[in-house]
């Protein structure tokens, strides 16, 4: 190995430990054992601890949250009896679900970009991020990855897309030890630089939405390029892993593509194992199926997060469709097996030069905007774009250029947008909503 991948490395682990002792507190090394030591317990030991940390969070909701007082009405409760939290709900009544025991400070402002469904703002606690991390160290080992070795992202961010790109995030990916590939906005360019980038850095593990590390592999395999790196693993999350993406990537970058699940409203909820398993995250949440039988009948997953004491999510409804398993995994883990994850597609646009914008572009663009309740954008066309918007007080001539303008940034200067001021965006059948919808290709991912 090069000295300088040898420092870069040890420097990184270094910044690794002083980053989270300064997050966790000295004691650090020790919650990341007892993390480690809960999630490879025996199934009974992970159950017990589970109902222990239930109980504790619904006595919390009912003394401190006004919103749970009255649902509760009691503070020993069953949880099987207690509402589904809708997002609707959250959006309603987001002051009385916080809990009064967190202070505005305290309270740590989180939003969806609403790929799942519609735009949400929530809070969330210092120690529930402390808890979400410890959890994603945990699961990402199972993928190869570790403190320190270098890591390449194809992610969407935004700052990267724009000029003035804050100096937080480059210091950021220096210290994490990580290389990042835009995977909103995957040229050519950009893959023949992130290819070489690879090549030069070594990375020992891939995080990647599943599209944008579909692209990436379909440039390498078109090209006829071999990866120099060996990789131990790649984190897929975000997003649907679809099947053929799975396989052009395993086969590409040789190496197992291993399925995360997760949201930013409850964190890390599965992740799959070396024998493809995907293993709930019991240690931080309590996940039900909707349905008379979970283990046979597909259903909603309600979602209880056990950490996030500011603003409790209790049988939140997050939107996927899920079915259980009552397999026992030969990976050795006795965490339970989320059999089949249905839903959760983005659809993504593409340009007259071939760019494909992930659909995420425009939901993280647009979900926080001022005049903005409610929007779709429809591809209709690589020349034609129509951009339903319901308006609020706020909505001003200003936003509708604004809005436009962004759609133009990502498609073309030359794409001609329609903006239609309606009263309601109906949702689907599915009953899952789409922000952005495009009839370029009935499988954008195969073009
Ligand atoms: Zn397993």
Redesign the pocket.
Known sequence: MPIRHFTKRLLSKVAWHAYNTYRKGLDYNTQFSQTTKILDAPRENIEAFQAQRLERLLKHAYRTTPYYREILKTAHSDISRIPPLEKQDIREHLDSLSSTAFTRKQRIRNATGGSTGAPLTFYQDRNYWNQRNLSVYYFDQWAGWNFGEPQLIIWGSLADLREDRPWKHQLDTFWRNQYWLNGFRLTDTAMWAAFEKMNQCQPQTILAYPSSLYQFAKFISKNGLTPLCKLKGIIASAEMLQPHYRTLAELVFKTKVHNRYGSREVGLIAME?????M?INCRDLYLEIESPDPYTEPGEILITQLNNYAMPFIRYRIGDVGLLSDEI?????DLP?LAELLGRTTATFRTRRGTLIHGGYFTQQFYDIDGVTQFQIIQESLKHCTLKVVTNEKWTEATHRYLVQRIQDALGTTVVVTVELVDDIPLPPSGKREYTISKVGSDIGDL
């Open positions: 194992c070396a024998e493809g398993r293993h995994c030969p990976c050795g883990s097996i």
